[in-house]
């Protein structure tokens, strides 16, 4: 058997055994090499060997094909495998861990999925979320310093380069793309499998997030839709202006350059080359342009273009090393801008291919060179890699892209050096591209065969084309190429592409025959005539049909009804005639899956037409007890006392639920409640002198009250603590992931909350949204946190695989003035988490003391820390010290360069949430910030505050003055008389 070895592997404490063991699993001797299996993380299962007495070897297998390898990846020192980065704290108890032999492990080898590509002779494996192997371009650019420019087709890996060349700089280091989607799923890939880096500090970031990062603008960025709904108002004043071109001189050229936004002087003077209108029409294309920079500020929308022009002033050099993935996508200011934050100017990573530009920027590698090649020194040192091979698209549909590379050179000559180069298919896959005629039964008949499938989706080139798409398929993955960018599917039927816009795509091929496309790679050579604006004018038409043919894995339908168009037969291209397809109708799992995916993408109108037409969710039967419902209850229990105890035992479950003890006490002694006084009658008499009831330390005192209440709040969660989850996942089917349990939970957040990591697990599967909130704006996370806080059984049992499947990447906050980023694997990130959870239960139960700001104490922290298992929090992060430090450190006045302004300090030892700062919140696709305190919503938690203090209960007025003092404080409107009023102690 082939051995591999992950590149971050050290062997050198254990060699001389290490290659004694190695020989044994090469020749599919598990005996003798002692191996045993662990478990499984990701797409990786782990199996052990043993080295010696203290020592053990993890690895893993790989499959290439038919072949099978074992990938080696770490050495677990002294039984250490808390330590492991792969394991991930899971408790390993090496008596219990099975045998394996060969046979067995080859046999579970066969359910992984194949590693598309392997080096013929290289062992040398990179690994993000899965194993990856470099061919010997990419291992090439690997070794190479900075500054790189890597210029790379679909397909060719170059985000997964540049993501592993990123591994290996120092300091604080930046990855910036246009998409947010793809910003964070690159952050996913490089912290897969435990990665950290010692000595980094990395931040994934998309263009507009680190706009934000500098300083957040006011308003909401303007998308075309925006545009194309204004220019609708604007087209009687320019009537001979076309709304797209109009979109692309505004972004590409108007407000593009790094120089600055040109003037009207300045663009009339610009040459043939440099923009889509000729002189005689840009007077009135700038009239326009002024015409939008003041229907943005009326609107509080923006423009990142103009916002970059803005910013330049006020960048300042941050990073250490920063790499620009899809470099087309920016124009030259928003480069400019980002090059700028650079310590040392030459610490960059660039890449990119220019065939991708959909988005308007009139992006060229000569202007991206101009921004740095002005420094002579640097030009000399700079390299310039492309990377030909495709490893995601079927040979096929390789194929037909680079007859149309070829196309787009012969008509227009090569756009530059860097992007003149064919594409080379590695892939496994053959797959077909096919042309079908554009005939109603053809259509209906395709429709029905592929509409409830996952498999295959259909683009048009332009939003506006979607509308005649859908009379004749129904599928909800219908995509323009906008929205395509960035997408994959095994199957792609592009509708009319050709035959809706056949006149620009006449002028495309123009003069081209096919004798002129029979060289197998493309010979650099410039445009005859200069003064040809052709290319700028249909780039838009070769570049999307180019987008389009890359996102199919496997095969393409052409769907077009001038089958004779002379693009077909150049692109070699035949009629198939009637297609019969034999494909497999995709389950509600995997269409919910679907629609999570592309929620996280930011495409919500396909996941919203895949709820609505496929998944078909109903509304549950049952009440949501949310705010306003909790409200109702109130009002009827209090004010209007409703006879029956229907409501009162309402607000008691939901009382138990979200910890709200007071509202419990208002049940007991103004509503003289049974049930509620039984429950407040145990505690008294178990522990007589409580005086209230904080998260950890008196429920550990009071176990019979803790058991009594917690049994109330899970009183609907009984499907949920069961290890048969069907039913579960049944409700799901029928009511959607989100749906909204009694409590106002979402199914994840009960099966966190009850410790379920099986149900968890195939609800994460399944796309369950991991940041819903309740109306107290607790995620998942926060009710896996709280019964870890206070069950030590809980904490180290299964809170560790919670937290590693519950976590969010990263919390986005809003200082005031920028976005700051705190990334999951810092300790600001967990004790952010911690004390999100703290709030609610302090500001409620008295927990915080009387502190005339309710203020947060280190001793609190390490309380409910006591017994986090080291694999969430690490121990040299579970100290007074340390969180003194981070505290401190993250003060609003504290001069500290990685200041990130988090924590107000009140008095001494005593921190509050910074109360100028927001948070990030999205409904129904759209972003706002919302400020810390809405967000925990501690204006009506305000209502459930715990009256007490010395040896009394405080009459309502007194205790409203401190919440009105602290709602002041926190920036919050005043808190109306609350309905609950506790009453004087006898």
């Known amino acids: 058997m082939r051995l591999l070895e992950y590149t971050g592997l050290d062997t050198h404490?254990?060699?001389?055994?290490?290659?004694?063991?190695?020989?044994?699993?090469?020749?599919?001797?598990?005996?003798?090499?002692?191996?045993?299996?662990?478990?499984?993380?990701?797409?990786?299962?782990?199996?052990?060997a043993r080295l010696d007495d203290s020592n053990r070897l993890l690895f893993t297998l790989v499959r290439h094909g038919g072949e099978v390898c074992a990938l080696m990846l770490e050495v677990i020192l002294n039984h250490d495998y808390d330590k492991s980065r792969f394991l991930r704290g899971a408790p390993i108890d090496e008596d219990k861990i099975p045998d394996i032999d060969w046979t067995e492990a080859e046999t579970e080898s066969q359910q992984l999925a194949s590693m598309r590509y392997l080096h013929p002779e290289h062992a040398a494996v990179h690994l993000l979320d899965k194993p990856i192997s470099f061919d010997d371009v990419q291992e090439s650019i690997y070794r190479q310093p900075a500054p790189l420019i890597v210029v790379g087709s679909a397909g060719s890996g170059k985000t997964a380069l540049t993501l592993e060349k990123l591994k290996h700089a120092e300091g604080e280091v930046l990855y910036v793309t246009h998409s947010a989607f793809l910003a964070q799923?690159?952050?996913?890939?490089?912290?897969?499998n435990g990665f950290e880096q010692p000595g980094q500090e990395a931040i994934f970031l998309s263009y507009r997030e680190f706009i934000e990062s500098i300083e957040v603008p006011a308003g909401r960025e303007a998308l075309w839709r925006d545009f194309a709904a204004w220019f609708t108002r604007m087209r009687q004043a320019f009537r001979d202006i076309e709304a797209h071109q109009a979109f692309e001189e505004i972004r590409g050229v108007l407000a593009a350059s790094a120089q600055g936004l040109l003037s009207r002087e300045a663009y009339r003077a610009l040459g043939v080359r440099q923009s889509i209108f000729p002189p005689e029409r840009r007077d009135a294309l700038y009239d326009l342009f002024e015409k939008y920079r003041a229907w943005l500020g009326e609107s509080r929308l923006f423009d990142l273009n103009l916002v970059a022009q803005d910013w330049l002033a006020r960048a300042q050099p941050r990073y250490d090393f920063v790499v620009i993935d899809e470099v087309q996508d920016l124009t030259p200011v928003q480069l400019a801008l980002v090059l700028k934050t650079l310590k040392k100017p030459a610490q960059f990573l660039l890449c990119g291919d220019s065939n991708q530009i959909v988005h308007p920027n009139f992006f060229s590698w000569a202007q991206v060179k101009s921004l740095f090649w002005q420094d002579a020194a640097l030009a000399e040192r700079q390299n310039l890699s492309v990377l030909a091979a495709n490893f995601r698209n079927g040979h096929e549909a390789t194929r037909v892209a680079n007859q149309l590379l070829k196309i787009k050179q012969r008509r227009f000559g090569s756009i530059d050096r860097e992007s003149n180069f064919l594409v080379q298919a590695v892939g496994g896959e053959t797959g077909a591209v096919q042309l079908l005629a554009d005939r109603d039964a053809d259509k209906k008949a395709l429709n029905q065969q592929i509409r409830q499938s996952t498999q295959f989706a259909v683009l048009v080139m332009r939003d506006e084309d979607k509308a005649q798409a859908r009379l004749h398929f129904s599928t909800p993955l219908l995509f323009s190429i906008h929205e395509a960018k960035g997408l994959e599917y095994e199957n792609i039927v592009l509708y009319r592409f050709i035959s809706d816009h056949r006149t620009e795509f006449s002028e495309i091929v123009e003069g081209v025959r096919a004798e002129d496309l029979q060289a197998d790679s493309l010979e650099y050579r410039r445009a005859r005539d200069k003064s040809d604006k052709s290319l700028e004018v249909y780039k838009f038409f070769v570049n999307a049909l180019y987008v389009a043919l890359t996102r199919a894995i496997r095969n393409l339908y052409l769907i077009e009804s001038d089958l004779r168009h002379p693009l077909f037969d150049l692109l070699e291209v035949r009629d198939s005639g009637q297609v019969r397809l034999d494909v497999k109708q995709s389950s509600l799992e995997d269409w919910q899956k679907e629609a999570r995916k592309l929620e996280l993408q930011g495409k919500q109108e396909q996941a919203d037409a895949i709820r609505k037409d496929i998944l078909k969710q109903a509304t549950p039967p049952w009440p949501v007890f949310d705010q306003a419902h909790t409200e109702a209850l109130m009002r009827k229990v209090f004010i209007e006392q409703v006879p029956g105890n229907k409501h009162k035992q309402q607000l008691l479950e939901i009382a138990a639920c979200h910890h709200l003890l007071e509202l419990a006490n208002g049940l007991n002694v103004l509503a003289k409640f049974p049930a509620a006084q039984r429950v407040i009658s145990v505690a008294e008499k178990t522990h007589p002198d409580a005086r209230f009831y904080p998260p950890r330390n008196v429920f550990e005192q009071l176990p019979d009250f803790k058991a009594q209440f917690a049994s109330l709040g899970r009183k609907s969660l009984s499907a949920y603590t069961s290890r048969h989850i069907k039913e579960v996942l049944r409700q799901c089917d029928a009511y959607g992931l989100e749906h909204r349990l009694p409590m106002n939970l979402t199914p994840l957040m009960a099966a966190a909350m009850v410790g379920n990591v099986a149900l968890v697990e195939a609800l994460i599967e399944r796309g369950a949204d991991r940041e819903a909130t309740d109306h107290f704006g607790w995620n998942t996370l926060h009710w896996a946190m709280l019964e870890a806080f206070h069950d030590p059984k809980f904490a180290q049992g299964p809170f560790a695989a919670l937290y590693d499947l519950l976590a969010p990447a990263s919390i986005d906050i809003n200082t005031g003035q920028r976005l700051v980023r705190i990334d999951r694997h810092l300790t600001e990130y967990f004790l952010l988490q911690t004390l999100w959870v703290l709030m609610r239960l302090g500001f409620t139960s008295g927990h915080m003391g009387f502190h005339e700001h309710c203020a947060f104490r280190t001793d609190m922290v390490l309380d409910v820390w006591e017994n986090l298992p080291t694999s969430v929090l690490r121990s040299e992060r579970n100290?007074?010290?340390?969180?003194?430090?981070?505290?401190?450190?993250?003060?609003?006045?504290?001069?500290?360069?990685?200041?990130?302004?988090?924590?107000?300090?009140?008095?001494?030892?005593?921190?509050?949430?910074?109360?100028?700062?927001?948070?990030?919140?999205?409904?129904?696709?759209?972003?706002?910030?919302?400020?810390?305190?809405?967000?925990?919503?501690?204006?009506?938690?305000?209502?459930?505050?715990?009256?007490?203090?010395?040896?009394?209960?405080?009459?309502?007025?007194r205790s409203l003055q401190h919440i009105g003092r602290y709602l002041e404080w926190a920036q919050l409107a005043p808190m109306e008389a609350p309905v609950i009023r506790t009453r004087v102690r006898p």
């Open 879 to 957: 100290k007074r010290s340390h969180l003194s430090n981070v505290l401190s450190r993250n003060e609003v006045e504290r001069d500290y360069a990685y200041n990130r302004m988090l924590f107000k300090r009140v008095a001494h030892g005593h921190y509050q949430f910074n109360p100028a700062l927001s948070v990030r919140r999205k409904v129904k696709g759209e972003e706002s910030w919302v400020p810390v305190f809405e967000a925990l919503n501690l204006r009506w938690l305000g209502q459930f505050t715990l009256y007490q203090h010395d040896e009394d209960f405080i009459i309502a007025d």
């Open 185 to 192: 799923s690159a952050r996913d890939l490089y912290y897969a």
């Open 13 to 48: 404490k254990v060699a001389k055994s290490y290659r004694k063991v190695t020989q044994a699993i090469a020749s599919r001797d598990f005996r003798a090499a002692q191996v045993k299996k662990l478990g499984q993380a990701g797409q990786c299962r782990f199996y052990r």
